[in-house]
């Protein structure tokens, strides 16, 4: 049996952050864990570029456009919802990631949900850089080998 995998190389590979600004304490600590991750496999800062959009209702649009302009090979959404009294952070983590897999799927561009949905702020914190590592380096990785295995397909 062949079995087709990716390795975590980043060499010469285009890759976009599209953060969202708000909760930006949060989001900064996943752009600087996405762009680590990006550096320490491999890739060169002249090849990533960040993107920053209001929320992250507003990731998909950007990200809808990097996939489509043909100079990046994956793009990682980077933010932070946190709940609060009502049901719209759940609307807009559902909405955000079914237009993730629906970008990568009509561009056949990686989208890698690196958006940290939490429950309340101590939860975000913790994914956005402590106990629960950083889930921006995390999805830099996902996307790198993610390409990594389109690419040996």
């Given amino acids: 049996m062949k079995e087709v995998v990716g390795d975590l190389s980043a060499k010469g590979m285009r890759i976009a952050l599209v953060a969202s600004r708000f909760n930006s304490f949060l989001t900064e600590q996943l752009v600087k ?4 991750a990006f550096l320490r496999h491999g890739g060169a800062d002249k090849d990533l570029v960040l993107v920053r959009v209001p929320g992250a209702y507003e990731i ?9 302009s ?16 009502t049901a719209h ?4 983590n ?13 561009t056949g561009v990686p989208v890698l949900d690196g958006v940290v949905s939490a429950e309340n702020l101590e939860q975000a914190v913790e994914r956005c850089g ?8 995390g999805a830099m990785q996902s ?10 397909l």
């Fill in 70 to 85: 043909g100079k990046v090979d994956a793009i990682v959404a980077l933010g932070a919802v946190v709940q609060g009294a």
């Fill in 130 to 137: 402590t106990k629960q590592g950083n889930k921006g380096f």
């Fill in 94 to 106: 559902e909405t955000t990631a079914r237009a993730f897999s629906q970008i990568s799927l009509e």
């Fill in 60 to 68: 998909p649009l950007a990200a809808k456009k990097l996939a489509a």
């Fill in 33 to 36: 864990g996405a762009a680590d």
């Fill in 143 to 152: 996307a790198i080998e993610t390409v990594n295995v389109v690419k040996a």
């Fill in 89 to 92: 952070a759940a609307l807009i």
